[in-house]
């Protein structure tokens, strides 16, 4: 049974730490205090087992898991990644499918810690297309709640969006594309797209690219 108020907190604090940290075990005589030693490696290696959570519930004594929502409650993930409408010089963007996505999507991929966006960009556009991109602009950003059309169905997306200019429309795609090609804003909308966010910022490339079409002087 939890003893008192100190051991609860205590409990909590370690499993919250635990979370956030893969090499815990280094910290384990600064985090804790000596008395709580052995609860520590208890409870350490029963949270990950299976039914864990129920078996540490168990041996505290806790009927009502709810009312420890930092030891037993479902820590959210997210992904903090930048995409980007990639568009040729006749306004085709390029979108692809992958092994990850369902259906269609724009290409992009994780921030790196210590990368900033535009970088992260380059360089996924890099590893993935196989192409330079340039005239990057900030379209904005979005959450994509977990859903079924990724692989990982628990998976919170924060995305940052972008619009990017090809520099040239041959692809080297690596193994994180299955099919791809340069589309029409028409036809990009009649592909099966992973979610109504691919399309609304594909429209939103649609507009963007029209307003940068009309201060274009038209050829004499």
Known sequence: MIRDKSHKDFIERWVVFMRENKD???YQNAFIDA????????????????????????????????????????????KKCVGAVIYDNSGNIFLMTSPKWKKWVV????????????????REI?????????????VGEKIKKPGKDFIDPELTFYFIDYFARALQIGIDPNNEITTWGWFTIEEALQLPLADTLVRDFILQFQDFY?????HIPKSL
């Open 210 to 214: 029209k307003k940068q079409s009309a």
């Open 24 to 26: 815990w075990k280094k």
């Open 107 to 122: 290409p992009g991929g994780r921030i790196e810690e210590g990368e900033s966006e535009e970088d992260a960009l380059h």
């Open 126 to 138: 890099q590893e993935e297309l196989g192409i330079k991109i340039t005239d990057l602009v900030r």
């Open 35 to 78: 008395q709580f030693a052995k609860a520590y490696e208890v409870i350490g290696k029963v949270l990950q087992e299976k039914d864990g959570k129920e078996k540490v519930a168990g041996m505290y004594n806790i009927k009502n898991l709810n009312a420890y929502p930092k030891l037993f409650g479902k820590k959210e993930r997210i």
